[in-house]
Nanobody
Framework: EVQLVESGGGLVQPGGSLTLSCEASGFTFDDHGMSWVRQAPGKRLEWVSDVSWNGATTFYGESMKGRITISRDNSKNTVTLEMNNLNVEDTGVYYC??????????????WGKGTLVTVSS
């Protein structure tokens, strides 16, 4: 059974930083790319970032580009999203997702339950 468990969310002030982590199990982790997506209150899911199976290739959505870094540790089956200079528009639930393939070309097929990030003063 595929399981994706996110952690690291919380309350942060504008301009602050958070690091989200996702622990994966139930599949061959280093066969798949991994993504982060988010959903702000009342808005659609928004893709945030992706890392290929070996960590060599990363992609970032425009809304957070320059403020985030995605990485993975295949020895620990984890993927991490470092977020800096957060603003109130970054508030939302952040989900870890498994890519269908070694990168994001075929989309995602499993999502975790999410971790809430609240940016507020």
């Amino acid at each position: 059974e595929v399981q994706l468990v996110e952690s690291g969310g919380g309350l942060v002030q504008p301009g602050g930083s958070l690091t989200l982590s996702c622990e994966a199990s139930g599949f061959t982790f280093d066969d798949h790319g991994m993504s982060w997506v988010r959903q702000a209150p009342g808005k659609r899911l928004e893709w945030v970032s992706d890392v290929s199976w070996n960590g060599a290739t990363t992609f970032y959505g425009e809304s957070m580009k320059g403020r985030i870094t995605i990485s993975r540790d295949n020895s620990k089956n984890t993927v991490t999203l470092e977020m800096n200079n957060l603003n109130v528009e970054d508030t939302g639930v952040y989900y870890c997702a498994k890519d269908r393939a070694s990168n994001m070309v075929y989309g995602m097929d499993y999502w975790g339950k999410g971790t809430l990030v609240t940016v507020s003063s």
